[in-house]
């Protein structure tokens, strides 16, 4: 059975809705340069800025998951068509491209949401004040050009190529998987629940150097972190675990995210979908 086109976006909408708080953790914890544990940063954030601090920038991450998501997976399902479904590097092929080319409308919304995420932590002459997605994408037009939209765009292309591979491909793989060895039935919400945790699991350590470059290179206007050299430095600067900063919240948003994501997804394909 083929899933609507849309399948892809709604899921990722409403499950994003429900983890927005983690991805903004993870995107604050990076730019800390405190060593201090999450637990201890989340009582901070809610004595100085309010409960619903927690959602800044929620706009611009349903609008990422309504267009970036939606295209993401409509192109992986259309493209796995054409190659062999039991062949995973073709499946790894076919999520590298559609992470590509669905990174193209993501990656002005990822950069107002990383932007809104850390404008907290800045001084207040640094300090955007996005009022919503809209209001963020048109000031860094008119301000700083079309060119600014795509700014840190070589990492958001890489890191939506890792994320459409381990969600993607890795869930169907792991479906596959499960469903040979265990001989779980296609629509047992336990096979969905598993492989999605599978996915998400091995998706989230290849993913993080990437998300803490990203997030930086977006935030590159912000007076400090200005050299490759300074970004470098400053990733390191707890070490080894500066490389993976920020992965806890990270696993915390990404492992309900993605169970969420693909039970909503393989309901409405139940559903809404259809044959050839």
């Not at 983890?19 to 954030?45: G, N, S």
């Not at 629509?187 to 350590?205: F, R």
Request: aromatic share 14%; with cysteine.
């Amino acid at each position: 059975m083929i899933p609507r086109w849309w399948s892809g976006g709604i899921s990722g909408a409403c499950s994003q809705c429900i983890v927005a708080p983690f991805d903004l953790l993870e995107t604050q914890m990076i730019f800390l340069r405190k060593d201090m544990t999450m637990v201890d940063y989340v009582k901070i954030a809610i004595k100085k800025h309010g409960f619903l601090s927690l959602y800044d920038g929620l706009s611009a991450q349903f609008l990422r998951q309504l267009s970036y998501t939606t295209l993401r997976f409509h192109l992986y399902q259309v493209g796995k068509r054409y190659v062999d479904e039991y062949n995973f590097l073709h499946k790894v092929c076919v999520a590298s491209i559609s992470g590509l080319v669905a990174g193209i409308v993501g990656i002005p919304c990822e950069l107002v949401n990383t932007r809104m995420h850390v404008d907290r932590l800045l001084k207040v002459k640094y300090r955007r004040n996005y009022k919503n997605v809209f209001d963020g994408l048109h000031r860094i037009w008119r301000d700083e050009g079309f060119r600014a939209l795509y700014t840190g765009g070589l990492c958001s292309f890489t890191r939506a190529t890792i994320i459409n591979i381990g969600q993607n491909a890795m869930y169907d793989q792991s479906k596959m998987m499960y469903t040979h060895y265990y001989a779980w039935n296609e629509d047992s919400k336990i096979l969905h629940i598993t492989s999605s945790l599978t996915a998400a699991v091995l998706c989230v350590p290849l993913v993080q150097p990437i998300e803490i470059l990203k997030t930086m290179q977006m935030n590159r206007t912000t007076g400090y972190l200005t050299t490759t050299s300074e970004k470098i430095t400053y990733m390191m600067r707890f070490g080894i675990r500066g490389l993976f900063r920020g992965i806890m919240p990270n696993l915390l948003r990404m492992i309900p995210q993605t169970i969420i994501m693909f039970l909503l997804y393989e309901q409405l394909r139940f559903q809404f979908g259809y044959y050839e």
